[in-house]
């Protein structure tokens, strides 16, 4: 009986922060106001014990997509998902702050999938014109935070950041020029 409830518990846990990340939106801690693009609510952060649990389901959902648009918005979403989290691990202090560059960087890893999938999706004849624009948008809202959380940074993460806000910006350039083409 107490494993059954176990499994009860954690089933909701594990299902319940899914509907999370793609309805909840909100201002976060380190946000200005110069982009305007909302960044997902993160849910757990990568400090969290259960995190593996939520890595794990980002993972099996991103199996069962196969449109290759619709894996370019799921994997646009991590992207934003893991940049707020980054977000919220600086905001708990310095001694969060390798772990958050870590979770930018694995973000950034999405931004290149979401961009490999729309270039797919392009190859493919799908009409994805209104994607291209939020992708545009959304590797200047990185690139914007990742420089905001740079500033308060110490050395050794500041130049981890700048690497991943060169990514960032390298993104924007491929969008537009996925848009051009």
Same mark, same amino acid.
């Given at each position: 009986?107490?494993?059954?409830? !176990?499994? $009860?518990?954690?089933?909701?846990?594990?299902?319940?922060?899914?509907?999370?990340?793609?309805?909840?939106?909100?201002?976060?801690?380190?946000?200005?106001?110069? *982009?305007?693009?909302?960044?997902?609510?993160?849910?757990?952060?990568?400090?969290?014990?259960?995190?593996?649990?939520?890595?794990?389901?980002?993972?099996? *959902?991103? !199996?069962?997509?196969?449109?290759?648009?619709?894996?370019?918005?799921?994997?646009?979403?991590?992207?934003? *998902?893991?940049?707020?989290?980054?977000?919220?691990?600086?905001?708990?202090?310095?001694?969060?702050?390798?772990?958050?560059?870590?979770?930018?960087?694995?973000?950034?890893?999405?931004?290149?999938?979401?961009?490999?999938?729309?270039?797919?999706?392009?190859?493919?004849?799908?009409?994805?014109?209104?994607? $291209?624009?939020?992708?545009?948008?959304?590797?200047?809202?990185?690139?914007?935070?990742?420089?905001?959380?740079? $500033?308060?940074?110490?050395? !050794?993460?500041?130049?981890?950041?700048?690497?991943?806000?060169?990514?960032?910006?390298?993104?924007?350039?491929?969008?537009?020029?996925?848009?051009?083409?």
């Amino acid at each position: 009986m107490k494993k059954i409830l !176990f499994l $009860v518990i954690l089933s909701l846990i594990f299902f319940i922060n899914i509907g999370r990340a793609y309805a909840q939106q909100t201002a976060s801690p380190t946000s200005t106001a110069s *982009v305007d693009y909302s960044l997902p609510y993160p849910g757990i952060l990568p400090d969290n014990p259960l995190y593996f649990m939520k890595a794990l389901r980002d993972r099996i *959902v991103s !199996f069962f997509i196969s449109d290759p648009l619709k894996k370019a918005e799921f994997d646009l979403l991590m992207a934003d *998902v893991r940049l707020n989290a980054a977000q919220y691990l600086f905001a708990k202090g310095e001694n969060k702050y390798s772990l958050a560059e870590t979770t930018i960087s694995k973000g950034e890893n999405y931004f290149y999938n979401s961009l490999a999938m729309t270039n797919d999706a392009k190859q493919q004849g799908m009409r994805f014109n209104d994607f $291209v624009p939020k992708l545009i948008i959304a590797a200047k809202k990185h690139q914007q935070v990742i420089k905001g959380l740079e $500033v308060k940074s110490p050395p !050794f993460i500041r130049d981890r950041l700048a690497e991943d806000e060169k990514r960032a910006k390298d993104f924007e350039i491929r969008a537009i020029q996925i848009k051009l083409n």
